[in-house]
Every structure is written in C-alpha cells, then in structure tokens.
C-alpha cells in the first residue's frame, strides 16, 4: 500500500489493484482504531474457538481410548456441571463482556466536530456528499471519500434503492445501507493511504464491481484538497470545447452533474471532480484517458447491467474529446 | 487444444505444406522477439492501467473491453491498428503512444514508460493460436 501522491492529479503510482480491496479482502490488516478492534475481538474469538475444541478433541480421545477411571470420570455428573454448564457461562460471558468493552470505540457517540459525510448507496456506485459543520451540504462527490489523518470520521450511511452494505476491511466493519432509514458508523486511518472498498450486500446485477475507494491525507493536505474543491470555478479552457458541446448534445447531462455547468443530473455519478478521482466505474478500474475512453464508448461491456448505455454512435474523436474534458474536471 | 485422430491426421497431412511456407519467413520467435523484456511484468502493467477497459486479453478474466479489439492471439497477427507491420519495437512504441503512429485512432497514449510498455509488448507477443 503506497501513500497517495502528494498531487492527486497525478497518476496513480502505487499500482491500481493496491488501492481496491483486492481478495481476500485485509480483514487482517486493520489501519485505523475501528478496524482495530473488531480485527482484535476476531483473534481473540478464534483462538478461544481453538482452545475449546482442544478441551473436547480431548475428552473425545479420553471417551474413546482413555483409561477406564478417566471415563468414569467423564460421564460424571460433576463433569457435566463443570464443564457443561459453569465452565460455559463463565466463558461466554466474561467474554460478552471484554468484547463489548474492547468494541465500545464503534458505538460511543462522535465528538461534536467530528467531519461528518453522507454516503448514499445507488445501484452500483455511491453518492458521496460532504457535510458542513452546520449539517448542509458543503460538496457533492462520487465513489471516492477523502478523509484527514488520525481523526474520526461519521459517515452517514443511507440507500436510494436497494439494500447496499458500506465496507472499507482496512477501515471499519460492514453496516448496512437501507432504504429509508440512516446508519451511522465511524472510520479512521491512521497513516496516509489508499484504501479499497466494496459494497457488502448484493444488490443486484454488477454489485461485485460495486468497489469504493478512500483516500487518507495528512491534515494539511486535506485541508489543501478540500479548499481547493470548495473554491472550484469552472475552467473557462473546458468550458467552450467539443467535448464540453459533446457533454450536453449526445445526453451525458441528463444523468451526471458538473458543478457550474448546465449539466444538473443526479441519476449518476457527480463529475464535478472526476478529473482528480483515482478510479472511475465506482472504484474499479484506474482513471486515466485510455480507460475513460473504453467507459464512455461502451460501459457495458465493463460492468454489464450497469446503468450507463453504451455510446458506440460516438467516433473516436468524439470519445476523445469527452475524454478531454472528463480529464479538466478538477 | 483437444488432440483426437482427426486432428492428427490432418496434421500429418498438412506438416509437408507447414515446413514448406514456414521455409518462407524468419520463424516467428525471431520475428518478434523482445530482449529483456518480462511478459508477467507486462501483463501487470496491463492490469495497472486497465488495458481491459477496450481490449478483451487473455490472462485477464475481467474487464473484457469491447471498444477495441480483441487480443486474443494477437501474436499472431500480421498488422497493429491495420496499419503497421507487428514488429516488437513498433509494438512497443504503440502501446504507450499510439496518436504518435497512427494520427486520429481512438486509441490514446498510456501511462506507461518504456520498459513497461517493453513488456506489455512481450505478454502480447504470448498470446498465439499455438
């Protein structure tokens, strides 16, 4: 896992597949107290599992081969208080209670000025909506999170359709995303990174390309990046091309917004920024104008059911010129 | 390849015509042969900058692209884009900066430097019929 460059228009170096979740997916690699401590619980879990089996495989060996004494002993009464019924409930509780205890970082309320976002989950990709402090909504992304360093982030977790599951392994554990209703859960990275996500819950059609994508910076930088969205103006250079003409005439506008352009649908992904994002296709395949190219001409053949129809009436200038402007939309 | 009687008897039959026309060219390994090159290499730089996106490529399961064509067996083709001779040094040109040699394809230019697009060269030059 390479850190994100210092640029984040440059491309992507670390190698793209390093930035999704890959399979099987880090469960085992937390980077943030979240993930910590539910992959602590799990060890833990796991190795008591082992030590119980043992404790049975053994009085199975004593119950089939042992000593007659010993197997007297085992079909006793006393063995059966013991180690059916005390040795559980001592087990199993102080183990409820250790493990809530060890996982009360994922339920205790956030601070007050803890970065909120609003993740929306669609069929197959995720609206991203950055939260002011106030609660309203300061910036709208899509299928990529950027979050600071070392603090605690609350994502919002609400669905448009169906049941969708928000999961980043290295991040956090799974929670649902569920029509009509909002779950909370928190996420921290500890160290600046790339890191994969993947919708949880199938949802139909292509949810396995259904990936997510979260980049951590240090504080400053994230500072630098989120002023840098805030103060966007439209590029006067993008503003006037063929691609920008393309954008509106063959229908792109209906379904994908542009901040500060005439293009306003919300049917799909935001593109105000999908100059700077690390994937496009919701976090499956590198951003870069060969694979924006293949994308526009024909998305179904990516990620067949996807809701985006292939544009094969374009010509390779056309889809170049698209390209073109995709790549100014910082 | 499933070898039954009938494919080797039409083997037999035809192994004097094969000897004969490939008597005619430099054989192919000579032909597009790239030195110091690493096909696994290529193929994972094939995956970095998702190639996939337009061309359908064995070794990859997925994307299947459909926007350009297919690679499969691309080593044994006889033209890039229709226009060029496939010649390892011209492949290896073509794959990072395809405008520069043939002006208006789709095809754009792509992050890759020199060695990478070296062994992207040399994983497509695996791909054969056999």
């Not at chain 2, 691309?74 to 520069?100: K, S, T």
Request: proline share 8%.
């Amino acid at each position: 896992m390479s850190p994100p460059t210092s640029t984040l228009s440059a491309p992507n170096k670390g190698g793209f597949a390093e930035s999704l979740a890959g399979w099987p997916p880090p469960v085992l690699d937390p980077a943030g107290p979240y993930a910590g401590s539910v992959t602590t619980l799990s060890w833990i879990l796991f190795f008591m599992g082992v030590a119980v089996l043992g404790v049975v495989l053994m009085a199975l060996w004593i119950a089939l081969f042992g000593k007659e004494r010993l197997r007297a002993r085992l079909g006793g009464k006393k063995v059966i208080w013991i180690g059916g019924i005390a040795f559980p409930v001592v087990v199993l509780t102080a183990l409820l209670v250790y493990g809530l205890t060890l996982t009360r970082n994922l339920t205790a309320p956030p601070g007050p000025t803890a970065m909120t976002v609003r993740v929306t989950g669609e069929m197959w990709w995720w609206r991203v909506d950055y939260l002011g402090s106030d609660g309203q909504l300061a910036m709208r992304d899509a299928n990529e999170l950027h979050i600071p360093v070392g603090k605690t982030v609350v994502v919002q977790l609400e669905s448009n359709d169906v049941i969708h599951s928000f999961w980043v392994p290295r991040l956090s554990g799974k929670l649902d995303m569920i029509p009509g209703r909002r779950n909370v859960m928190k996420i921290q990275a500890d160290k600046p990174g790339v890191f994969g996500g993947q919708c949880a819950e199938y949802c139909g059609g292509p949810h396995a390309l259904m990936g997510f994508v979260v980049v951590a910076h240090e504080p400053a930088e994230f500072q630098r990046w989120m002023a840098a969205r805030q103060t966007r103006v439209q590029q006067a250079a993008a503003a006037n091309t063929r691609g920008a003409q393309l954008f509106q005439s063959t229908g792109c506008a209906a379904c994908h917004r542009i901040a500060g352009t005439q293009a306003n649908g919300l049917a799909g992904p935001d593109l105000t920024h999908i100059g700077t994002r690390q994937s496009i296709g919701a976090g499956i395949l590198p951003n870069n104008r060969g694979t924006l190219i293949g994308w526009i001409g024909n998305a179904q053949a990516i990620k067949p059911g996807n809701r985006m129809p292939p544009y094969t009436m374009l010509s390779g200038e056309d889809l170049q010129a698209l390209a073109d402007y995709m790549q100014a939309q910082k | 390849m499933r070898h039954d009687g009938g494919f080797l008897f039409a083997l037999r039959a035809l192994l004097p015509l094969v000897t004969l026309v490939a008597a005619c060219k430099p054989p192919p390994d000579e032909r597009q042969h790239m030195p110091q090159a690493d096909p696994a290499a290529g193929l994972a730089a094939i995956e970095r900058v998702g190639c996939a996106a337009c061309h359908a490529i064995p070794g990859l399961n997925w994307p299947k692209g459909a926007l350009g064509p297919s690679l499969e067996k691309f080593g044994d083709q006889g033209m890039i884009a229709g226009r060029l001779p496939n010649r390892p040094d011209v492949l290896a040109h073509f794959v990072r900066a395809a405008p520069e040699l043939v002006p208006g394809t789709t095809m754009p230019a792509m992050p890759l430097n020199e060695k990478e697009a070296r062994d992207v060269a040399a994983y497509l030059y695996t791909l054969r019929a056999k």
